[in-house]
Structures are given as structure tokens and as C-alpha cells.
């Protein structure tokens, strides 16, 4: 395996609500040049791909991303050397959701929840993406609040729909996650209800995994190589979590973590590019610098990717074909070991990058300049 033109082929993608203002639910801290429009948060997606060289494309979340011309916006975007990657969709935050949305028991909000669904597929036309990715805050608070199979019903067929309206080359990609906003029931809560509805719909669904989705302990890995067995993985939401979606840095947490993910995706030939999987970052930047914060994640999922290619995988089958435990796990952890920053450094410099990505942001003065450009009108925000 060449580890080098593997790591140069590798593409992830950044989310344009990590560049706007973000936080808890109990306080959002504003930061001076933070975008005020989804031109700016392309260009400051741009410039994480100006210095690593690996982030060639932005996903949009609608309505925060919405604009009048969609065609246009693809056009700055491509002036910029990216592209528009993920749609996003968002019936999460209006105020008809409080119960649901395509599981709303109302027919009448379940149908305004499936529009917004197909308008993203037509923003999809519009600006040449691949991926419509779904994520439902659907689910209830209390035992008996709406019937739980029937909840089922109104997804899978509002999932239908939106599968019919998809274009040749457009894909589905269903997300899940644990619990909140709905705290006792949630519709899609887990791999297992994203894969089956999946399954249902056919060969352009796929389940997108956001690593903050799951309940502590959970055997993410595990998940990712049962998805590639089956064909049925989609895209990652990359991020680091403590206790439930915190929604930090990916990598940060635990890049133990992040490697083990990244050797099953080695593992299963699902890095390149040509794969079709979707590496996107889903994260908040709260309380840090937001564009080298970007620069840090996406350096992260590089070290991972890095190590996970390292791994001796003729050693490895050879000590499990064995039984050879202690040997099997030490090849493993020897890869995980490898300060991979040098390499990766020399595959910058080769490509006519600075080695320090986060350094080179600093000194650019592009930081300074949003400060200065960027004052007055309407910080952007993902509306906590
Ligand atoms: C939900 O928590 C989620 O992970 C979905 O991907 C949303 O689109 C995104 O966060 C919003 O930040
Ligand atoms: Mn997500």
C-alpha cells in the first residue's frame, strides 16, 4: 500500500455552521470576523483548504445556508477551489416540530417537513451536490405520548418520498443519534434503525455516522466494519465527545478511537475517495478560534488515517491467523504509536503546502483581515 499517495487522495469535507457562532444552551459566545453569510463561511471553508490541501468541499445546512441563487453561490464556491459538498436539511427548528417532524402525528406538519426535505434535493440540482444527508430530532418524552410503531410508518414513508425525488447521481445519507431532543423514544436512534430503513429504500441509502451519537463505551468501529461489510456506509460526522454530543474537535478526545475507526475504513478499502463515503466534519467551536480549530480536525483525521495505513496488516492476519494475541494487538499499537507528523509534513511540503498548517494560518493574516472586514451586520449561528 502506498501510504503517501493514499494520504494525498484522502478528501474531508467541513461543515459551513462550524465557522458561525455556536454554544451551549445556555450561552453563545460571539467571536469577532465570524461569517455573516453563506459566502463567508465558503470563504473561510476555502481557506482551511488553502492551507491542508485535503478539504476541497463545504456541506450547507438549510435554511442557515440559504441564499436566493444556488447556481451562484456554486460558482464563489468554485472561484474559491471548493465545491459544495453535503446538503444538510433542518426540521429541527420550527416551532411546528415541537411534536415531530415526518413522524409528526399531523399529516398537515409531516407534509411541510417532507417539502423541505425534497427543496434540499432541488438545492442538490442547483449546486451539484452529491449527498442529501437527513438527521430527525423526531422521537417523544414520555411512555405512551404517540405510538411508537406508527411513528415507523410515518418515516418510512416520508423517507419514500424523498428517495423517489433523488436524481441518478444523488444519494441518501440517514443519520442517527442516541437521544436528545427527545429524551425517552427517539425515531432513528441507532445504526441498526438507520441501516434497516436503509435497506428498505435501496442502494442510495446509506447510514452517515456521527461519532457523538452513541452511549459511552460503544464499539464505533465495530459499527463501521459491519456497515462496509454490508455496503451500507455512507458518510462520518467526525467529532469528539466526553459525555453525550459535545461536538469538539475530532480526535481530541480520544484519538485512540479515531485511528481504530480509521484502520476498519484501511481495512475495508473505503478510504479512497472513489469509495464513495463522505468524511465530513460536524462540529461547534465554542469557546476556541474557529478556522485553525477546523485546521486542528482535519489535521486529526489525517494523523488517524495516517497510523491506520502504518499498521503492518501481512503481520497482523499472520498473529490472528495464529491465535497470536499479545502479537496481534502490539502491530496495532505499534501503528498507533508512529509519530506519523513528520510524514505527513514532507506530503505537505511536497505539495507546495506549509508543513504547519495551523502555524501558516496564523502568520497569513487572514484572521485579522475577517476581524477588520467583517464588522457590523448579522453573525452567522446555528441558532442555539
Ligand atoms: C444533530 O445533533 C447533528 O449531528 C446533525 O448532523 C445536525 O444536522 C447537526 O448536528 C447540526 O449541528
Ligand atoms: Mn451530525
Redesign the pocket.
Known sequence: MDVKAALRAQRIET?S?AYAN?GTRFKVFPQPGVPRTAEEKIADAATVHRFTGVAPSVAL?IPWDKVDDYGALTAYARDLGIEIGAI???V?QDEDYKLGSVTNPDAGIRRKATDHLLEAISIMDATGSRDL?L?F?DGINYPGQDDIRDRQDRLAAALRETYERLGENQRMLL?Y?LF?PAFYATDVPDWGTSYAHCVELGEKATV?I?T??HAPGTNIEFIVAFLLRAGKLGAF?F?SRFYA?D?LMVGAADPFQLFRIMYEIVRGDALDPAYGIAFML?Q?HNIEAKIPAIIRSVMNVQEATAKALLVDRTALRAAQQAGNVLEANAVLMDAYNTDVRPLLGELRTDAGLDPDPVAAYARSGYQEKIVAERAGGTQAG?GA
Open positions: 461543515p455552521w455556536s445546512h444538510n436539511t433542518n429541527f444527508k438527521w430530532s443519520e443519534k436528545e452517515c456521527d457523538g451519537h460526522d467529532n454530543d461536538d460536524d461547534c446555528w
